[in-house]
């Protein structure tokens, strides 16, 4: 029976013997996590403990039950570190039992169970991955297989018909996600393209009933002010189309399905984008025989069709990923217009185009914002709104128009950080070509320090000339004062880079003496620039693995006497943010734990 769906109020996916069964996963604090086992038993209603997990405390580890047994594979110790072990749950005895290590560290796979055999595809293994191993619980050993065609983690996987679904994910930063559908043949060991999901986003939870796979929740470009995702999808291999169901009552990411005779429970999960819990557990059934169709009628025109009703054009929806059929699903609006910020020429209505507007989503410019100003992207916060919920009202300028990617930001990955991905190009003289330089304009003719916070810098990144991403102060790509991190400090080697451009000249580290940095081991790098209008100068400092003040330590200073057209900086309506570059051909990301603009004495 496929068709109408209801929900009802009453993990990696794992049921036996008609229980539910949620394994070791995320606590109530950001980076914490527990050991604990809990299985429900929808018959009753009443949830149990069972014995805890043995091994490390980890989450998002991956699960399956094959003959009776539950297995836990690999999972996160914290941001950035994966483990490989895997342990057997045996309900019967209520004991756990160590068995063969996954080939590499991972968390956050893909698990799916076929024949007898259990399959891990993707993962975080810093950076996201694209391989496929089987396990044979019967022999106590790992294979590896074909690797996926994109490599991706916080994916779902589903087997129907003796095929396997890798549904959705992200590679590592929450701006990554992705609605690729890839099938993995087990007799052929091949992988093949399929329909996309309707909308990319990741750390769904999803199930097979009646030989389709649905889909719920997760992470990607909601557009609601939780930052997850509500509307269901419903998958047909048969005919490779999506179709809507019935969206989940609590929108959530980091949970799963287990399937239960002909029923879903989704239990726990994050409510908001990000670190945040909840202990919500509702069920998903079908209850009509009438298949599920789209709300779109055919041969419509979606430049001027709105099937949903939300005021929005399916056009405009499409644009922006959001779902044409669901109202709960509306594209980033600042001024409500009912034209998105992607579609809006003047997103602020200050008269001035988004294409020469530095505050694009700010009608004062950058004249009347209160200090401190503060952006933590801590779950549990009230969405910040503005570019991609991440508080930054502009975007900095470049040759070829505003500069922003959505995809390439998010603000509230795990443990509440902002990750910005990195396009190929540069601010740095008259190349021009630096995206989503994310910015806020503020009274800069007052002394005040900015500072932001790197988290695990370059923590399973490929560390190759051309990559960087800090703080910056300025007026626009051709005028600023930036302190980076960057992979080449200009000795061969990662390091501290303070860079000045005035009038499309760019200067690296003058009369700066070089400070040689290890980031083996490094949790956080703090940047700060000290802006004094008094001097017409910017100071840099930094401190590392620290919160104590008498840790920071002076990098250097530059000053008008050196660079004149520094002085202008200082004025009502100066931009200070934040920015990750990338001129090398591999990817490059970083995540930002806060960034704050505070009057100094």
């Known amino acids: 029976m496929i068709g109408t769906a209801r929900w009802f109020a009453g993990l990696r996916r794992t049921a036996r013997n008609g229980t539910a069964r949620w394994l070791a996963g995320r606590a109530h604090r950001a980076r914490d996590r527990h050991q604990r086992r809990v299985v429900y038993d929808p018959g009753t209603n009443l949830w149990s403990t069972a014995a805890p997990y043995p091994g490390a405390s980890v989450d998002h580890p991956g699960a399956a039950c094959v003959g009776g047994k539950v297995y836990l594979i690999g999972g996160l110790v914290r941001v950035g570190s994966a483990v490989k072990t895997v342990y057997q749950y045996d309900p019967a005895t209520n004991a756990w039992t160590q068995k063969a290590d996954l080939p590499q560290p991972r968390g956050a796979m893909g698990v799916a169970v076929y024949n007898g055999k259990v399959y891990a595809a993707g993962g975080l293994g810093y950076p996201a991955k694209a391989d496929l191993f089987a396990y044979d619980p019967a022999a106590n050993t790992w294979q590896a297989l074909a690797p996926m065609l994109t490599p991706r983690d916080h994916l779902v996987m589903e087997e129907v018909g003796g095929k396997l679904y890798a549904i959705g994910g992200r590679n590592v930063m929450l701006g990554t996600v992705t609605a690729a559908n890839e099938t993995y043949d087990p007799t052929t060991n091949t992988w093949s393209a399929r329909a996309p999901m309707p909308v990319a986003r990741a750390g769904m939870a999803s199930a097979n009933l009646h030989g389709h796979i649905q889909v719920w929740g997760g992470e990607g470009p909601s557009g609601t002010p939780t ?23 609590t929108p959530r990411h980091g949970t799963d399905a287990a399937v239960i005779g002909d029923a879903a429970y989704i239990p726990g999960g994050g409510p908001q984008t990000g670190n945040s819990v909840t202990d919500v557990n509702e069920v998903f059934a079908f209850v009509s025989s009438a298949p599920p169709t789209s709300c779109i009628a055919p041969g419509s025109d979606p430049r001027t069709t709105d099937s949903d009703g939300d005021a929005y054009t399916n056009q405009d929806e499409i644009d922006n990923l959001t779902d044409p059929c669901s109202q709960a699903s509306v594209p980033p ?269």
């Open 227 to 249: 930052g997850t995702y509500p509307q269901g999808h419903d998958y047909d291999p048969s005919t490779n189309t999506w179709n809507t169901i019935a969206g989940e009552p």
């Open 333 to 601: 609006d600042n001024d409500q217009d009912h034209v998105s910020d992607l579609n809006d020429p003047d997103d602020d209505n200050d008269g001035t185009g988004d294409a020469l507007d530095q505050y694009q989503l700010d009608e004062a410019n950058g004249t009347a914002t209160a200090l401190p100003w503060v952006q933590n992207w801590n779950p549990g916060d009230p969405p910040a709104g503005k570019f991609s919920n991440s508080g930054f009202p502009g975007c900095q300028l470049t040759n070829h128009g505003t500069g922003f990617t959505a995809d390439k930001v998010h603000a509230g990955g795990a443990g509440g950080f902002l990750s910005l991905n990195s396009t190929a190009g540069t601010n740095q003289a008259s190349t021009n070509s630096q995206d989503d330089a994310l910015q806020v304009g503020f009274d800069a003719t007052q002394r005040v320090t900015m500072a932001v916070r790197i988290t695990d810098p370059l923590n399973g990144q490929v560390v190759e000339p051309g990559k960087s991403g800090g703080v910056f102060f300025g007026l626009d790509e051709d005028n600023y004062v930036k302190l980076v991190l960057a992979t080449d400090d200009g000795s061969g080697t990662p390091g501290l880079v303070l860079g000045v451009e005035t009038g499309g000249a760019y200067v690296a580290n003058p009369s700066i003496t070089r400070v040689p940095l290890d980031f083996t081991g490094m949790s956080t790098l703090d940047l700060f620039l000290v802006l004094d209008p008094a001097t017409h100068s910017v100071t840099a400092k930094y401190r590392i693995n620290s919160d104590a003040g008498v840790d920071i330590q002076t990098l250097g200073a530059v000053d008008a006497a050196a660079f004149p057209a520094l002085a202008s900086f200082f004025r009502l309506g100066g931009a200070g943010g934040i920015l990750t570059t990338n001129g090398a051909p591999s990817p490059f990301g970083l995540a930002y734990d806060y960034f704050r603009i505070d009057p100094t004495p």
